[in-house]
């Protein structure tokens, strides 16, 4: 089971920008899709973004699109999350997941630790 290790994340602004990341343990990582979930309390878990092993299809929730950008460096075994133009509603707790494909991942996969990302207004 991959490993993954999370950083990034904090407390801005609305309208301001972040980029989390999050690093994979294994040399692999290139065989796995990745995606991004976010929690908030007393809510279940929702789908942010995921990408393809290449990095070539991505695909976003609604709420994100346009605004958040997922991307991966397999060279680095490390999945990106840029988040720009933020809003309150973004406040949660970030997670990466590792999968074996696009479809999947959805339902089956290995966690990040989770960051906390907190929008002011």
């Known amino acids: 089971q991959v490993q993954l290790v999370q950083s990034g994340g904090g407390l801005v602004q609305a309208g301001g920008s972040l980029r989390l990341s999050c690093a994979a343990s294994?040399?692999?990582?290139?065989?796995?899709?990745m995606s991004w979930f976010r929690q908030v309390p007393g809510k279940e878990r929702e789908f942010v973004a995921v990408?393809?092993?290449?990095?070539?299809?991505?695909y976003y929730a609604d709420s994100v699109k346009g605004r958040f950008t997922i991307s991966r460096d397999n060279a680095k075994n490390t999945v990106y999350l840029q988040m720009n133009n933020l809003k309150p509603e973004d406040t949660a707790v970030y997670y990466c997941?590792?999968?074996?494909?696009?479809?999947?991942?959805?339902?089956?996969?290995?966690w990040g630790q989770g960051t906390q990302v907190t929008v002011s207004s």
């Open positions: 294994e040399r692999t990582f290139r065989n796995y899709a």
């Open positions: 990408t393809t092993w290449s990095g070539t299809d991505t």
């Open positions: 997941k590792a999968g074996l494909t696009t479809a999947t991942i959805l339902s089956a996969g290995s």
